[in-house]
């Protein structure tokens, strides 16, 4: 028992802990205002090990399901530009992501399929028919909550290596789009102004390739739907 459900009280009493000290208050945009000069000094002093730490708190707030988290993908953006800080929270998401899926696969029983409800049902159809490319529509357009998606595929015996592949591929499109939004925050942030995410990401530039890879990764569900049996 302890060695099935250990690890979830672990992560459980991390996330408890996480809120109750106020962490939430250090993962916001007037956070990362007020502390734009003394980040952007640490990471000039210290590249490397500010990359670990950035890849080690991402990773710890999407195991925790913080649902702030990528607002620390703006401040990736911001502190180590679009290429590098966008990888580096690539890497830190899905490694959080992978620990979570681990620890739901550990726990993960027939009673607890029984009561992921009616959405739960919904996503194990699709990964029951194509699970890397239905996974990877849904990192691309969350049309669930991510934490949700990082659960349900334990659930129903999704393979670790295309759990692995399909969120790491799935996020990068939206996670560059809020990493260029930081790398261009700089002197926004600096005037005082403020960041419009909405109007950021609804971008015809911006949501059109991101629309594109979804459509893209629908057609192995669509072939193996619509497909007909080979006549006898």
């Given at each position: 028992m302890l060695k099935r459900f250990g690890p979830l009280v672990v992560l459980v009493l991390l996330a408890i802990a996480f809120f109750a000290l106020g962490g939430q208050r250090y993962v916001t945009l007037d956070a990362l205002r007020d502390n734009r000069q003394a980040l952007v000094d640490f990471v000039a002093a210290s590249p490397v090990i500010s990359a670990l730490?950035?890849?080690?708190?991402?990773?710890?707030?999407?195991?925790?399901?913080?649902?702030?988290?990528?607002?620390?993908?703006?401040?990736?953006?911001?502190?180590?530009?679009?290429?590098?800080?966008?990888?580096?929270?690539?890497?830190?998401?899905?490694?959080g992501a992978t620990i979570v899926f681990l620890i739901a696969r550990n726990a993960s029983g027939d009673d607890l399929r029984n009561r992921i409800g009616s959405w739960g049902e919904k996503l194990a159809d699709g990964f029951q028919k194509n699970a890397f490319s239905y996974l990877m529509l849904l990192r691309l357009l969350p049309v669930a909550p991510f934490w949700l998606v990082n659960i349900v595929p334990a659930l129903f015996g999704v393979k670790l290596r295309d759990y692995v592949l399909a969120t790491g591929i799935g996020i990068i499109p939206g996670t560059f789009v809020y990493a260029s939004i930081g790398a261009g925050a700089g002197s926004i942030l600096a005037a005082g102004g403020d960041l419009n995410l909405r109007g950021a990401l609804l971008k015809p530039e911006v949501i059109g390739p991101i629309i594109g890879l979804a459509a893209l990764s629908l057609i192995p569900i669509l072939y193996k739907r619509f497909k007909k049996e080979p006549v006898a």
């Open positions: 730490a950035l890849v080690a708190i991402y990773a710890a707030l999407v195991a925790i399901s913080f649902p702030g988290a990528s607002l620390l993908t703006i401040a990736a953006g911001l502190l180590f530009g679009t290429v590098v800080g966008g990888s580096l929270v690539v890497v830190g998401a899905t490694m």
